[in-house]
DNA sequence: TATTGTTATACTCTATAACTATA
DNA sequence: TATAGTTATAGAGTATAACAATA
């Protein structure tokens, strides 16, 4: 999924849409981009974004990875990841070294100049994290923050590859008739 | 947001990178994503995915609203509810009727298939929401509900049109000294 | 023949700017 | 002149396929 298709919350001021969105989906949405927000402006002048961090943080790992490894790693198409990588050394912050073991693949490291970003972006979103939590007390803040990380590492571990089609079945959709008869897969592409 | 910009998730198997993302920012996202994954399937075969979702839910409120209320509503852009709204009178979910105050304008409502269609999805959301929620028990499930929905109110009540600057002013940037010069807003456009 | 990395092409979604018909 | 809705055009981002070098 083409992060494209992330719905856009009813941010709007109007109690009555609050009251009718105010389930967990739009809950989770308004956090998660305030959060997404936040972090896109801190890395603005980081080339590729939130993805071209993603990278660089992978890249100061202390085993160098090819880039490949950290394509599959982080999801994102190997294409990509060569104009993520072009951006991120012309900026100074990685560098492609030559693999001693397959002369195909390129090692990626971070340059001193990368290593002091990452930990300067990491204490930046530190500061985002509490901000975006700013509305709950302290044991609170932790006790959201276990909860979170409980889900996800969930999440992680039976769907990492993360599979529409099973949790949704898993959920028992059968026993709700469908209105529509459910021709799957089958995006209708809105002329033009 | 366009969805563009949603950071991907490191779903790798790789504990190591785990371990390094364990971060909020991470676990929010797989959550987060792993519903509208769900939600996405969910309304695979409704028009226009999960925005035709909140339109449809729009239109089938008590009192109908014109076009442009509900993409001010929603967050949409104008040209954009034209063709969500062609794709869902195709579908005989809605229907444009003159306004009789003002003829330029249409009101938007939905037809019986309409709002039975929604009572369904509506339904299959709540199961999405208790098959994310699974790894926790009764009672901190609906802690977590609670959190979240906390978060969520006052983050659209402080920043409801999402002003990525005052987030991370206010959080005290300046304290921080950025090794990189930072002329904003100047995201490059590499190459092509 | 399969795989790493690169390049080129097409497609989707969105944003911008016109255009019409009303006000 | 301004506004509701529509249409057309251009741009950003992504996916797909083809390619070169190496295994």
Same mark, same amino acid.
């Given at each position: 999924?083409?992060?494209?298709?992330?719905?856009?919350?009813?941010?709007?001021?109007?109690?009555?849409?609050?009251?009718?969105?105010?389930?967990?989906?739009?809950? /989770?949405?308004?956090?998660?981009?305030?959060?997404?927000?936040?972090?896109?402006?801190?890395?603005?002048?980081?080339?590729?974004? +939130?993805?071209?961090?993603?990278? /660089?943080?992978?890249?100061? =790992?202390? !085993?160098?990875?090819?880039? /490949?490894?950290?394509?599959?790693?982080?999801?994102?198409?190997?294409?990509?990841?060569?104009?993520?990588?072009?951006?991120?050394?012309?900026?100074? !912050?990685?560098?492609?070294?030559?693999?001693?073991?397959?002369? #195909?693949?390129? =090692?990626?490291?971070?340059?001193?100049?990368?290593?002091?970003?990452?930990?300067?972006?990491?204490?930046?979103?530190?500061?985002?994290?509490?901000?975006?939590?700013?509305?709950?007390?302290?044991?609170?803040?932790?006790?959201?923050?276990?909860?979170?990380? #409980? !889900?996800? $590492?969930?999440?992680?571990?039976?769907?990492?590859?993360?599979?529409?089609?099973?949790?949704?079945?898993?959920?028992?959709?059968?026993?709700?008739?469908? +209105?529509?008869?459910? +021709?799957?897969? $089958? #995006?209708? $592409?809105?002329?033009?």
């Amino acid at each position: 999924m083409s992060a494209t298709d992330v719905p856009i919350p009813a941010t709007g001021d109007d109690a009555c849409a609050q009251a009718l969105n105010a389930d967990l989906g739009w809950a /989770l949405g308004v956090v998660f981009r305030s959060y997404v927000k936040a972090a896109n402006y801190v890395m603005d002048d980081l080339p590729g974004g +939130p993805r071209g961090y993603q990278v /660089l943080t992978t890249a100061a =790992r202390a !085993l160098p990875a090819t880039q /490949l490894a950290i394509a599959q790693q982080l999801g994102v198409d190997r294409t990509v990841m060569t104009y993520l990588l072009d951006d991120l050394e012309h900026a100074g !912050l990685i560098e492609r070294q030559p693999d001693p073991a397959d002369r #195909r693949a390129r =090692r990626i490291i971070a340059t001193d100049k990368g290593h002091a970003l990452v930990a300067d972006l990491q204490r930046q979103l530190r500061r985002v994290e509490d901000h975006v939590l700013s509305a709950l007390g302290e044991p609170e803040r932790d006790a959201f923050r276990d909860l979170v990380r #409980r !889900l996800a $590492t969930q999440v992680d571990r039976v769907d990492p590859v993360g599979d529409p089609c099973q949790i949704v079945e898993d959920v028992g959709l059968g026993e709700t008739p469908a +209105p529509t008869p459910r +021709p799957r897969r $089958t #995006r209708s $592409t809105t002329r033009r």
